[in-house]
T-cell receptor, first 111, second 113 residues
Framework: LAKITQPISMDSYEGQEVNITCSHNNIATNDYITWYQQFPSQGPRFIIQGYKTKVTNEVASLFIPADRKSSTLSLPRVSLSDTAVYYCLVGALNTGNQFYFGTGTSLTVIP | NAGVTQTPKFQVLKTGQSMTLQCAQDMNHNSMYWYRQDPGMGLRLIYY???????DKGEVPNGYNVSRLNKREFSLRLESAAPSQTSVYFC????????????FGPGTRLTVT
């Protein structure tokens, strides 16, 4: 799987919706897409996971187009506590393939 | 319920020294993972254990060995540390190898001089 790329950084005002993209052009048929949040000096924390179309949970939505070569994490109405680094992970360990993290997007929420 | 614990939190080694990073989880998870995180490079998988008794190489296994001691514990050993192994090391676990929700430990910050 080729390198998985994300924008390096993003800024947003409190209360706005934030969309963070991940590019994974060589995604395999069995690969899933997972997003994690990481605060400084902590391990990543799971946000959401999907395979295709749209997935929504209580904190985020994940949009995956039909060709699955990219994905978008959507955070509704961000707050200051959402300031963190966001990583996408692509892969399917159970098939014998490995999985890879993206380069990460540093989100800063501005009051 | 402590989740995933790692010891030590910090370590400084001289080139050529060896050490073992310890990881334990109390969630009865089957799969465990070791990652390293370097500035600007995200997290890279070193080794993983899909289930007790099995281990497999990840993206960057050279210079490391692992042991799945039992279902709870998964250790990472550096036999002869090199400055290129200076990094933050994270252990993680998941319910199964098919579960993409991994739970991460707090990390070990290792410096090799």
């Amino acid at each position: 799987l080729a390198k998985i790329t994300q924008p390096i950084s993003m800024d947003s005002y409190e209360g706005q919706e934030v969309n963070i993209t991940c590019s994974h052009n060589n995604i395999a048929t069995n690969d899933y897409i997972t997003w994690y949040q990481q605060f400084p000096s902590q391990g990543p924390r799971f946000i959401i996971q999907g395979y295709k179309t749209k997935v929504t949970n209580e904190v985020a939505s994940l949009f995956i187009p039909a060709d699955r070569k990219s994905s978008t994490l959507s955070l509704p109405r961000v707050s200051l506590s959402d300031t963190a680094v966001y990583y996408c992970l692509v892969g399917a360990l159970n098939t014998g393939n490995q999985f890879y993290f993206g380069t990460g997007t540093s989100l800063t929420v501005i009051p | 319920n402590a989740g995933v614990t790692q010891t030590p939190k910090f370590q400084v080694l001289k080139t050529g020294q060896s050490m073992t990073l310890q990881c334990a989880q109390d969630m009865n998870h089957n799969s465990m993972y070791w990652y390293r995180q370097d500035p600007g490079m995200g997290l890279r998988l070193i080794y993983y254990s899909a289930s007790e008794g099995t281990t497999d190489k990840g993206e960057v296994p050279n210079g490391y060995n692992v042991s799945r001691l039992n279902k709870r514990e998964f250790s990472l050993r550096l036999e002869s540390a090199a400055p290129s192994q200076t990094s933050v090391y994270f252990c993680a676990s998941s319910e199964t190898g098919q579960s993409y929700e991994q739970y991460f430990g707090p990390g070990t910050r290792l410096t090799v001089t």
